[in-house]
């Protein structure tokens, strides 16, 4: 009698799911003068811009042109690969040869059917507001795990980008695929499932090769929390699916496969450079401009991975052996901490890359508001912040870019940089110096 009546009164003490609900919406009404500002908001601020954005892409896609560029050309390649050519050297569209390694081809064949052999193009923006709404579900929970951007911000991430809805669902290029299954695999090392995130990084890979920008950040995690020699079958899940997607082509004709697909040297034409245009073409176009942000982007990963990415008290030798083999106690990485390495090395990339195509915004700009507001540098308040996003977003939307617009981006890109250099603060340590509760204790 008394075991049963303990275990009613357990049952009446532990709060059901639907008063935790309430007690929730209770603390957002108090709260509600800074919800805006607190990033443990970030879920339900998310949640009303996610469902504005379905109203949105709806929108656009009703009202505003769509445009042809690449997309023709990517069904002409499929379309190639469906009646038998396997050697890439054969392949080709409208705008040029193959590119792309084998996983753009097997997606794009999904889509190619499901558009009626490409011709429905108006069912395929609604596929790419799809895969719009995905990748910010996914962008979404990265944000709230962090808890270091205020939820304010997210709108500027979301409603007010024209150019990323252009990338999406009036352009449908790969790109924005390739970032979509690219943050399925953050969410996976966030959830501690290592080998699932390689496949899918692999798999982002095999869409579009600027996944590798994030590959320095990614082999400095596995070696940090497994050490080299256990770090070797995470490298192999890696390559083990590029060999698997890119067999039937692998095997017409492997050095044709490997030559186009993964064409490290590919020449950009200076037309389109978003982020070069205040060189005159012929240093644009000279090889020994291209070693020499080469030598810059490496260096500058060397400087951050010895000095900003490693948290511990080893040195970077000693990271190298297995976790319990290490002289202190091997603390697992927090999330924080991964995004900053995931992104940073990324975002540096970005900074040095040889050229930025308009559709390459997409790359990094869902990882624009972590970056701004990982740091703690005092002299980048809220209002600067959201300056350098909104002259970012200008350079992006001026076509054709000028002169003032890419010297604006790169002003942008080196402020950011010094600052993610001389201000990264994690949110174990030290709250952020422009919490509410915090300058409402301090006054």
Not at 142 to 150: G, L, M, Q, R, S
Not at 322 to 347: C, G, M, W, Y
Not at 397 to 412: A, D, E, G, R
């Amino acid at each position: 009698m008394l075991k049963g009546a303990s275990w009613k009164s357990k049952a009446r003490a532990a709060p059901s799911g639907r008063s935790r609900a309430l007690s929730y919406l209770g603390e957002l009404w108090q709260q509600k003068r800074w919800v805006l500002f607190k990033p443990q908001y970030t879920l339900p601020v998310a949640a009303c811009l996610w469902l504005a954005e379905i109203c949105v892409n709806f929108w656009v896609i009703r009202r505003v042109s769509y445009t042809e560029i690449d997309w023709r050309a990517y069904m002409d390649e499929v379309e190639g690969v469906i009646n038998g050519t396997y050697d890439y050297t054969q392949l080709k569209g409208d705008t040029g040869p193959l590119v792309y390694p084998a996983g753009f081809v097997y997606i794009f064949m999904v889509l190619y059917y499901i558009t009626d052999h490409g011709v429905n193009i108006h069912l395929g923006q609604y596929v790419f507001a799809i895969f719009y709404l995905v990748t910010l579900l996914l962008v979404f929970r990265i944000y709230n795990h962090t808890k270091k951007v205020p939820p304010f911000v997210f709108f500027f991430m979301c409603c007010a980008s024209y150019r990323i809805h252009s990338i999406f669902i009036l352009r449908l290029f790969n790109d924005p695929i390739a970032m979509m299954i690219l943050y399925m695999a953050v969410n996976f090392f966030l959830n501690n499932h290592w080998s699932l995130g390689c496949c899918f990084f692999s798999l982002a890979v095999s869409v579009k090769m600027n996944i590798l920008l994030f590959a320095p950040g990614l082999l400095f995690l596995l070696i940090s929390e497994f050490g080299l020699v256990q770090t070797i079958p995470k490298l192999g899940i890696c390559a083990s699916l590029q060999v698997v997607l890119g067999l039937p082509f692998l095997m017409a004709n492997p050095v044709g496969y490997v030559a186009r697909a993964f064409d490290l040297g590919r020449q950009f034409l200076f037309k389109w450079t978003v982020n070069w245009r205040f060189l005159p073409e012929e240093i644009f176009l000279n090889r020994y401009f291209h070693l020499t942000l080469l030598v810059a982007h490496l260096t500058i990963l060397i400087l951050f991975a010895l000095y900003r990415w490693n948290k511990s008290e080893e040195g970077m030798l000693s990271l190298l052996k297995a976790p319990e083999d290490r002289k202190t106690e091997h603390q697992t990485a927090t999330a924080d901490q991964i995004v900053f390495v995931l992104f940073t090395s990324n975002f540096i990339g970005i900074c040095f890359s040889r050229s930025l195509h308009y559709q390459f915004y997409v790359w990094y700009f869902h990882t624009l508001p972590y970056l701004l507001w990982s740091t703690r540098v005092k002299k980048l308040a809220h209002l600067l912040k959201v300056l350098i996003l909104g002259l970012i977003e200008l350079s992006w939307n001026t076509y054709p870019s000028t002169v003032n617009s890419s010297i604006s981006l790169h002003v942008c890109h080196m402020i950011i940089l010094l600052s993610l250099w001389y201000g990264h603060a994690d949110p174990e340590k030290s709250a952020p110096t422009d919490d509410p509760d915090v300058l409402k204790k301090g006054k």
